[in-house]
């Protein structure tokens, strides 16, 4: 449990709030029992990127009920970037500005959208769905992890392969080398002045997070029989792609309490699991009941 606790903070995403009501009742019912509404770009991208089915109108309106409880927090990459080069970790990723923007936008039922929305949303995709996680990720997989190598061709995710993939990514050895080490070369070589110490870095540090994604993306197409040191095919490009989305909320995860997530199954159950074992649980329910009997779990 964090600093926070008394005040839970529950990160939300894209696939939570689009299936919640109209009226907002979740979002109610975590501002009444004290929870903190987390908000990260990673939704906000993904309800932008979907404009023409107005997600993002709608889910404006189901936030209004819970507006006094949201916070908007930084993005990883610039706290990343922090770390990298001033050696310290970022510390709470809460970011007052955009959180006192998003409540006025919220509270007003602001409509606001730039003329040039389109262009806009054609460069943060380009951005967000670019090749450089596939180029850090290939030289990640270079380095031939042997305890990663290991996975290659099991199957599922049944207890066996939660626990070896937990037991991988959870290694401080392996989070700080090769992870961390990648993150720092990767840096280095794109000019960035980098004083980073791997061996000052621990889960207080945004890019210790960051590097255990990376081993979850690695243990994954292990995990699946991929041969990510010879080629990346397409397929597994745009699998990382989609991936890196759900890594972006776990990886934010590691300083909240709890994820509110419709993803019972799937990619992002074991990635949690994989990333926090039990320590960081899931919301899945839209009842205010259960929604309050887990709030108080929390606290």
Not at 113 to 133: N, T
Not at 137 to 147: D, H, Y
Not at 190 to 200: A, I, T, Y
Request: with cysteine.
């Amino acid at each position: 449990m964090n600093e926070h606790a008394t005040n839970p903070r529950i990160i939300i995403d894209a696939s939570y709030i689009l299936g919640t009501s109209s009226d907002g009742t979740p979002f109610r019912t975590m501002c009444e029992q004290g929870g903190r509404i987390v908000l990260i770009d990673t939704l906000i991208y993904e309800l932008c990127s979907n404009r023409d089915t107005n997600q993002w109108r709608a889910s404006m309106n189901k936030l209004k009920a819970g507006v006094d409880a949201i916070e908007v927090w930084e993005h990883i990459s610039p706290m990343y970037e922090v770390e990298l080069k001033e050696n310290r970790p970022y510390g709470d990723p809460l970011h007052d500005e955009k959180t006192k923007r998003m409540w006025k936008m919220t509270a007003n039922n602001s409509q606001y959208q730039p003329a040039d929305m389109e262009k806009l949303m054609k460069s943060y995709v380009e951005e967000r769905e670019g090749d450089d996680i596939v180029t850090l990720f290939q030289k990640f997989a270079n380095w031939q992890l042997q305890a990663a190598k290991a996975i290659k061709g099991k199957a599922g995710d049944g207890k066996e392969v939660v626990q070896f993939c937990y037991n991988v990514v959870n290694t401080p050895s392996v989070i700080r080398s090769p992870a961390i080490d990648v993150l720092k070369q990767t840096a280095k070589e794109e000019g960035l002045d980098v004083l980073l110490n791997p061996e000052d870095v621990d889960e207080t540090w945004a890019i210790w997070h960051f590097g255990k994604s990376l081993l979850v993306l690695l243990c994954d197409s292990q995990r699946r029989g991929e041969d990510t040191v010879k080629e990346i095919t397409e397929k597994l490009r745009n699998r990382l792609i989609n991936t890196k989305h759900d890594l972006d909320y776990l990886v934010s995860l590691a300083f909240a309490d709890a994820i509110a997530s419709c993803e019972t199954t799937g990619a992002m159950s074991y990635y949690r699991k994989w990333m926090f074992g039990d320590a960081k649980p899931q919301l899945c329910s839209y009842e205010p009941d259960q929604i309050t009997r887990f709030m108080d779990k929390l606290k």
